[in-house]
């Protein structure tokens, strides 16, 4: 199967601890955090692969010899908030125009859509590493927004107009759950 | 770190694609039927591991070539159903007296009793293969049970008093959303 390159960079990112994760770091510290603090019980969800070989030293080693990545059927992150459902994708581009496409899978764009049909809170995160701006857009806005505009790329432009950008602070690392607050649960919900 | 026996065991069966995989395999059929009926949206964790080194020969072909199983720090079966978020657990035993406590990591009780305080509806799915029997058992229920008997091993017994049978079907192969209407989302929630 052939992975788009982000595939690949996350797993490198993955495999050797949690250093320098960017975004992804970021979101478990702040997933920590709420969960430490009884906000939300929200986790990322293991990389999927496919295991071929395994050799059992002993009841203790296992180890992995031979494995393939494959193409994730939903979104890396979901937990519950508030008795809601929640479910999220977290993505970083260094490109300086937009969000290219390329970077999510379509089977991940269609369990989003499938969880905003079933009443789920539903977002994406997604980071411009060049700027260093992460921005919260609702998963309908951007299913909406790719329906209509056969784009390769999303121009930066929609997540400034559309989105909401997500400060670093110290602790949460990223407070994401203060959008949804906000946006999602108070008022009229119109970004559901 | 040291693995319960089942653990190797549902990695021995993840290990060679998906067949004769018993409950894991129901479940994933089960949740499969729902998913296309619109009916739920639940999904199998990936397993959790750690990848330590990758061979990435081409873009299309990266091949992990040292990994480690990790104990989960949460259920396996997670989504969204009516709006409500699902949490469960899902294990086979061989055992003819009960269901040994082994089988199961503290920290996906510890992550039970979380969904339970933030209003979700969680819940284990154990099969005993030597009767081919399988019970659904609110996980408040287990965890109660726990507290109180420090045993090694759940008899059967209680899951026949407290849990609910599934029986296997052509299709849902193991309709436990239909345990989940009628004790948990009738009537007066009594599981929850």
Redesign the interface.
């Known amino acids: 199967?052939?992975?788009p390159?982000n595939i690949?960079k996350d797993?490198?990112k993955?495999?050797y601890g949690n250093r320098g994760m960017g975004l992804e770091q970021d979101l478990n510290d702040t997933n920590n955090y709420y969960?430490q603090n009884?906000t939300?019980?929200i986790?990322k969800?293991?990389?999927?692969?496919t295991?071929?070989?395994?050799d059992?030293k002993s009841?203790?080693?296992?180890?992995?010899?031979?494995?393939?990545?494959?193409t994730p059927?939903?979104t890396d992150y979901?937990?519950?908030?508030?008795?809601?459902?929640i479910?999220f994708e977290a993505k970083e581009t260094k490109n300086k125009q937009g969000f290219p496409l390329i970077n999510i899978h379509n089977h991940q764009l269609e369990?989003l859509k499938?969880?905003i049909?079933?009443?789920?809170i539903a977002f994406l995160i997604i980071r411009f590493t060049s700027f260093n701006e992460t921005y919260l857009i609702s998963a309908k806005k951007f299913l909406d927004y790719i329906k209509i505009n056969k784009k390769k790329t999303i121009p930066i432009k929609f997540f400034k107009e559309n989105g909401h950008i997500l400060k670093e602070k110290y602790n949460p690392r990223l407070d994401y759950l203060g959008i949804i607050d906000k946006f999602y649960l108070e008022g009229e919900n119109y970004e559901r």
Do not use: C, W
């Not at 009841?59 to 494959?70: L, T």
């Not at 049909?117 to 789920?120: D, K, P």
């Open positions: 199967m052939n992975y390159n690949k797993n490198y993955i495999n969960l009884k939300a019980v986790h969800k293991p990389t999927p692969i295991i071929v070989s395994v059992y009841r203790k080693d296992a180890v992995i010899k031979e494995a393939y990545f494959k059927s939903t979901n937990g519950i908030y508030k008795g809601k459902y479910d369990h499938m969880i049909e079933s009443g789920g």
